[in-house]
């Protein structure tokens, strides 16, 4: 498969008519109920050109995940002192959660498909083991951590979209926080 230039703005904006449709449909129907074929229909785009920029809708779904990652870390090295602090992307995840909370509870809500679930849970990892690995480079097993914390980190995010009243922001990431200070410090030993 041919990789699209990124820069090409006719790229750029065949990516986002296709995310687009996506996200309204996956509102709409749910991330199970929806297929390519509806993706290229709702967006007035071709199969064919879908395949060229994503072998799935899965790759589709991966793509926002990274540009909210890339989002996420410049809107945390823009803000901060230089010096690596864990969890500096917990906020900014938490608050663009809670802003889409009907989107992320048809992405990974309790009656969201496994796949999405998964895809999820798989970012929110990768997140925090970059953080882990940066903060604490030289700590003991940086890679079980990052998969219990993350794990506690997604499923305090997927519980929020469906609990009723909804949490604030600040309290989700002050129980993240809390919770995940004592594995901190056991790593810091």
């Known amino acids: 498969m041919k ?5 090409d703005r006719r790229v750029r904006r065949t990516r986002r008519l296709l995310r687009d449709a996506l996200l309204e449909l996956v509102l709409q129907r749910g991330w199970d109920d929806v297929s390519v074929s509806d993706i290229c229909e709702h967006a007035e785009v071709g199969r064919s050109t879908f395949y060229t920029h994503f072998a799935h809708k899965e790759a589709l779904l991966l793509s926002g995940f990274d540009d909210l990652r890339e989002h996420l870390r410049a809107a945390t090295s823009s803000t901060g002192n ?105 790593l810091r030993r």
């Open 3 to 7: 990789i699209p230039n990124m820069t």
């Open 82 to 186: 230089g010096r690596s602090a864990p969890f500096s992307f917990l906020r900014g995840l938490i608050e663009h959660v809670q802003e889409n909370r009907r989107l992320f509870r048809a992405i990974v809500g309790k009656h969201a498909g496994q796949l999405a679930q998964k895809n999820f849970r798989q970012f929110v990892f990768g997140l925090v083991r970059e953080d882990l690995a940066a903060a604490l480079p030289d700590a003991g097993d940086i890679e079980a951590a990052s998969r219990y914390i993350s794990g506690g980190i997604s499923e305090l995010l997927i519980w929020s979209v469906d609990v009723r009243p909804a949490r604030e922001s600040t309290d989700l990431e002050s129980s993240c926080l809390q919770l995940t200070k004592p594995i901190l410090a056991t």
